[in-house]
């Protein structure tokens, strides 16, 4: 009898061993489980906000971009929502409206340059004034623009200034293309302004990057003059004071005769055209991906 009673015990108790083993591994399941689901959440989280923040900054550098240039009024909160945006039209914006912009300066204080203005675009009708017969001043031009009640007026007012302004000169100045033509065009002008006639003028088709910057490009050419030393010093000044930049690399100047010749390699500046690109940034929800 007692051994009967001492195996039922053994027997309840190996059963109670193997509820509380059961017990346990499954409480050890379901919290693996719950970790496993906790981490993974955590990382999912991890990813939409790094996925917003990255969002965000990009907003925010567009809609930065956009006012510190002026083509849009500055937007009502920090950033420009989609309407704004959708209803923004940059040739109907006035200047004053977007005071303290790259577009604002431009227009009051680089167009308004005098030096600049002084230096006259030939054969350009269009910036003669129909009323005087005269070519438009700063003055002038800006009366129409600040008198612009419609958006064509404003517009037409806008392209006047650009092409009859003093930032015309400027792609005058630096031009954005390898033009060989326009190059030799420029010096043919300063040998008639200097009253001579070149014996030879041919550029040498070299181009490289300039040593002052990785955005400005060089074009190399070689030019002969023989006359008297009067009208030699006069070329060399109009090449000085050139709205385009010459930089003399060699010169040789001898006397052959009562005249002096000159032989030099000169090199001219124009700008390497650039482009804005959109750029894809890939966020990666595991480092292993």
Same mark, same amino acid.
């Not at 230096?119 to 350009?124: I, L, M, P, Q």
């Not at 000169?266 to 750029?279: D, G, K, N, V």
């Given at each position: ?144 623009? &600040? !008198? #612009?009640? /419609?958006?064509?007026? @404003? ?5 006047? $200034? *650009?092409?009859?302004?003093?930032? =015309? ?58 006359? &008297? !030393? #009067?009208? /030699?010093?006069?070329? @060399? ?5 050139? $709205? *385009?930049?010459?930089?003399?690399? =060699? ?39």
């Amino acid at each position: 009898m007692a051994k009967e009673i001492a195996i039922s015990k053994r027997a309840k108790i190996s059963e109670a061993q193997q509820y509380v083993l059961l017990s346990v591994l499954g409480a050890a399941i379901f919290l693996g489980a719950a970790i496993s689901l906790t981490l993974h959440f955590i990382k999912v989280i991890q990813f939409n906000i790094e996925v917003i923040s990255a969002e965000e900054a990009s907003i925010a550098s567009y809609s930065k971009a956009i006012k510190n240039i002026g083509i849009c009024k500055s937007p009502k909160g920090s950033v420009y929502t989609s309407e704004e945006l959708k209803n923004c039209n940059p040739g109907s914006i006035d200047a004053k409206e977007i005071p303290g912009t790259l577009r604002a300066n431009i227009l009051e204080n680089m167009a308004a340059n005098q030096a600049l203005a002084s230096v006259h675009k030939e054969n350009d009708t269009s910036c003669v004034n129909p009323l005087n017969g005269k070519k438009y001043t700063y003055a002038d031009m800006m009366s129409l623009y &600040n !008198s #612009a009640n /419609t958006t064509e007026a @404003l517009i037409t007012a806008s392209a006047l $200034i *650009r092409r009859c302004s003093a930032l =015309r000169v400027i792609p005058d100045a630096l031009p954005t293309s390898k033009n060989e033509e326009a190059l030799l065009a420029s010096l043919n002008k300063i040998f008639v302004l200097s009253g001579l006639e070149p014996d030879s003028l041919n550029p040498t088709g070299n181009s490289e990057v300039s040593t002052f910057s990785e955005s400005v490009n060089t074009l190399s050419v070689q030019l002969s003059v023989e006359a &008297n !030393s #009067a009208y /030699t010093i006069k070329f @060399l000044d109009n090449v000085e004071r050139s $709205i *385009r930049d010459f930089r003399i690399e =060699r010169a040789t100047i001898s006397w052959g005769g009562n005249k002096l010749v000159l032989q030099a390699q000169a090199q001219a500046y124009y700008m390497i055209p650039s482009s804005l690109e959109e750029t894809t940034q890939v966020i990666k929800g595991d480092e292993t991906e």
